[in-house]
């Protein structure tokens, strides 16, 4: 179905798309791809990445995939060389695509103008000039990763200054709002998908095209089309008011603390009300992952360079509250293990940035360990799903200056949460993982340094029951027992 054209402005009947391309196989481009290959046994969807191992990962007999998500083994399984391929050979992949997702990285630039703040776009503009001079066809061109308002503007001039005469490239928005530990149920019943395209009759039909793949599954009322520029923004403002609600209710939880309110309590109030809804208001030792603080910095960024100061202030803050949650929850550990945890052993239970998911991006976990270490304590540290290897690197980037010996001698990675506790001072819950729940805390208390502590940063375990045991507990938005 080629849809090469003898003008740039010929307008072409609706397409029925039936070879789709991902380029990057991660936690975005990995599983939405796979559902669609499920939902749409009608398409070829061909996932490539650069990275041999990631690939081979997700090709492995045994279906050991790079990223640990429940329920997406069971859709690779019944799809994968059905019609879905995974693949390193990216200009395979250009040249027989109808529609690629561009699916990769889109990290905080780390030097240069707008470091710190602004999205580093090295991947995205890489993977748009390899499109344009691999494709001989015309192609959808489907801006998937989260990426800063007008960025679809530059990949559509960077593609039409590079393409082949008969080709024409039309560029959609369509942001992922799959959360990590339940992005298989997010994309088989989405709350909505959005798709921005330009107001033209060109742009409406490769919207239309891409809308007739979603509808394979998803009611038609869930389908919103907009412009480019709104759907690139609402993704920024879905998370940074998402990320807002949990600033607000940790802010809250500081008042709880110092008034001997409990802040679930408060939260079950307020949620109550139908305008506000229940979601999203558990308190904790603040929000991690690789999307609210990375879209709230380019929120800011953008606020910026539109000279709208005061909005660049207000967004900020909710990352700022979250820094201080962080710095809140380590300074009322060593409070409370009398102002000092130097040579204390201290177990942290939980490294991802949040339950049933392996991925650690800005992982309340990490600052929270830094933290101990800077205050020259022993860590042990358990989590179910994060590897060794990835805690080491995580570490590693969180303290620079530590020599990689010293680091070892302070910090111990332990197989189970019983390993990790045994002959600690100290427990600290930074994931709600259910297992943390359910361990057998009677046995934890015994093989405890006396007074043993637990410090749950997530809400989770039942502090009155810990206190008979003989627990002090100290739980996030709630004064000490
Ligand atoms: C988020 C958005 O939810 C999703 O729509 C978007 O596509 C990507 O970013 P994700 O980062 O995977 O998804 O996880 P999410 O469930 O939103 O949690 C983010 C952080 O907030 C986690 O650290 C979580 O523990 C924390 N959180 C969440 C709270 O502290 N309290 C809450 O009530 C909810
Ligand atoms: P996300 O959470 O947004 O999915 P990830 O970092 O998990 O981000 O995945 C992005 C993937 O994109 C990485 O595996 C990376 O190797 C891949 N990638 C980046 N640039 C390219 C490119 N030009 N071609 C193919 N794959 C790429």
Same mark, same amino acid.
């Given at each position: 179905m080629p849809r090469c054209s003898l003008s740039r402005t010929f307008i072409m009947a609706p397409l029925k798309v039936t070879k789709i391309l991902c380029i990057g196989a991660g936690y975005v481009g990995g599983p939405t791809c796979a559902v669609i290959a499920l939902k749409c046994p009608h398409i070829t969807v061909t996932i490539v990445d650069l990275n041999q191992a990631r690939i081979d990962a997700w090709n492995s007999a045994d279906f050991k995939l790079p990223i640990y998500e429940p329920g997406l083994e069971d859709v690779v399984r019944q799809c994968r060389g059905r019609n879905l391929f995974f693949s390193t050979d990216v200009e395979k992949g250009i040249l027989d695509a109808e529609l690629i997702f561009v699916s990769v990285n889109t990290p905080t630039?780390?030097?240069?103008? !707008? @470091? !710190? /703040? @602004? @999205?580093?776009l090295n991947y995205v503009e890489l993977a748009t000039r390899q499109i344009a001079a691999v494709a001989t066809s015309s192609k959808i061109v489907v801006e998937k990763s989260t990426v800063p308002c007008r960025t679809a503007e530059s990949m559509r001039t960077i593609l039409e200054a590079n393409s082949k005469p008969n080709c024409r490239f039309d560029i959609l928005s369509n942001p992922e709002f799959l959360a990590e530990g339940t992005a298989i149920s997010d994309l088989f019943k989405p709350d909505r998908v959005l798709i921005g395209s330009l107001q033209t009759p060109e742009g409406k039909a490769a919207c239309a095209a891409l809308a007739g793949v979603y509808a394979n599954w998803v009611p038609e009322h869930a389908i919103l089309t907009v412009g480019l520029w709104s759907s690139e923004l609402s993704k920024l403002a879905a998370n940074a008011m998402l990320a807002q609600r949990i600033s607000s209710v940790n802010a809250l939880s500081a008042i709880c603390e110092a008034t001997g309110a409990n802040i679930d309590e408060v939260a079950n109030a307020v949620g109550y009300d139908s305008r506000v809804g229940p979601k999203f208001l558990k308190a904790s030792v603040g929000f991690g992952g690789s999307c609210f603080q990375k879209d709230i910095l380019n929120l800011v960024y953008l606020s910026e360079s539109l000279h709208l100061p005061e909005v660049a202030a207000y967004w900020r803050q909710v990352v700022e509250m979250n820094e201080y949650q962080k710095r809140r929850f380590s300074k009322r550990v060593v409070d409370t293990l009398f102002n000092t945890i130097t040579g204390k052993r201290i177990a942290v239970l939980? /490294? %991802?940035?949040? %339950?049933?998911?392996?991925d650690t991006r800005e992982s309340a976990a990490i600052t929270i360990i830094r933290d101990f270490q800077s205050e020259r304590a022993f860590v042990n540290i358990y989590d179910p799903q994060v590897a060794e290897t990835q805690i080491w690197a995580d570490l590693a980037e969180a303290s620079p200056t530590v020599a990689p010996e010293s680091m070892k001698k302070q910090v111990k990675i332990c197989s189970s949460a019983l390993e990790a506790c045994k002959d600690a001072e100290a427990v600290v819950i930074a994931t709600e993982w259910k297992e943390f729940k359910e361990i057998d805390w009677a046995h934890v208390y015994k093989h405890m340094k006396k007074p043993a502590f637990v410090f749950d940063g997530r809400l989770l375990v039942d502090a009155a029951k810990l206190t008979e045991i003989g627990f002090k507990v100290t739980t996030i938005g709630r004064p000490a027992l």
């Open positions: 630039k780390k030097s240069g103008v !707008g @470091a !710190g /703040f @602004a @999205a580093d939980g /490294f %991802a940035f949040k %339950a049933d998911t392996g």
